[in-house]
């Protein structure tokens, strides 16, 4: 038996395990459709946040609503009643809201991937239940705050001795610098403002609140800052790889690979 929409496809937890060579605590979150890898936080610390955003709810979350809707069908059985349809979907409909609620429970009190959370929280059951929103290779570094960001790239990856924004000369590159802030992209930013309405949200500044929103409401907005998050994080990514084989750039922020580069990652 199987609880529908909106707790889409159950993740891999949900089945019988299967062997898998993944590290523990490996840094990386696989994206719809892309097969990319999304560089992350430490596993432990955006799990709450990415499993917001993939749909997907925490597998003890989802089993304990389904164990519910088994014990109830157990009960009538066994009183000598047999579950009409539309008992079994009223059930189902009450399981899917309980998910709902204690996920939003629990990721109300994350301590980490707060960037994500207090943005989708908001609008959560919309979230899950909207009808589009591929989450793209970009789109998905812009939602997490995990990505090519001087911040990140300083606290998180270890790959540079500053968190500056190496566009502007900002001295703290946050993900909210550099999608709503940095004049790099002042031109592709007005674009998807004018493209999304973001262009007269009012006087408050631009937040990742304000761009959640956005892509709920509309497909073509969700397009929009969709291939914002392409263009300037792609643009940064470029400009990251050129830094990393410039021969006079500092050690850690050379290109390594493989064992070399976690080792360097988890490093104190
Ligand atoms: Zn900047």
Redesign the pocket.
């Given at each position: 038996m199987a609880v529908s929409a909106p707790t889409t496809v159950p993740g891999p937890e949900t089945g019988k395990k299967k062997k898998s060579k993944k590290k523990k605590g490996k840094a990386s979150e696989k994206v719809e459709n892309t097969g990319e890898s999304v560089p992350t936080a430490p596993a432990h610390s955006s799990v709450p946040a990415a499993k917001s955003q993939t749909n997907t709810p925490p597998w003890h979350i989802e089993a304990a609503a389904l164990a519910d809707i088994y014990w109830k069908r157990d009960r009538s059985r066994k009183s000598g009643h047999e579950p009409t349809y539309e008992e079994m979907e009223s059930w189902r409909t009450e399981g899917r809201e309980a998910i709902l609620n204690r996920w939003r429970e629990e990721l109300a009190g994350a301590r980490y991937g707060r960037w994500t959370l207090d943005a989708i929280m908001p609008v959560f059951k919309e979230w899950t239940e909207r009808r589009w929103g591929t989450l793209s290779y970009h789109l998905t570094q812009g939602l997490t705050g995990h990505g090519c960001f001087g911040s990140y790239l300083h606290k998180i990856a270890r790959r540079e001795p500053t968190p500056t924004?190496?566009?502007?000369?900002?001295v703290n590159?946050t993900p909210q610098?550099?999608l709503f802030?940095?004049?790099?992209?002042n031109d592709h930013r007005d674009t998807m403002l004018r493209l999304t309405g973001l262009d007269n949200h009012g006087s408050g500044a631009l937040n990742l609140t304000l761009f959640v929103r956005s892509i709920l409401s509309d497909e073509a907005k969700w397009q929009a800052i969709q291939v914002f998050c392409q263009f300037v994080l792609g643009s940064k990514e470029e400009a990251e790889r050129a830094r990393e084989i410039d021969p006079g750039a500092p050690q850690m922020r050379r290109r390594r690979t493989g064992r070399r580069r976690r080792d360097f990652v988890r490093a104190p």
């Open positions: 924004c190496h566009h502007c000369g900002c590159d610098h550099t802030d940095c004049p790099a992209w």
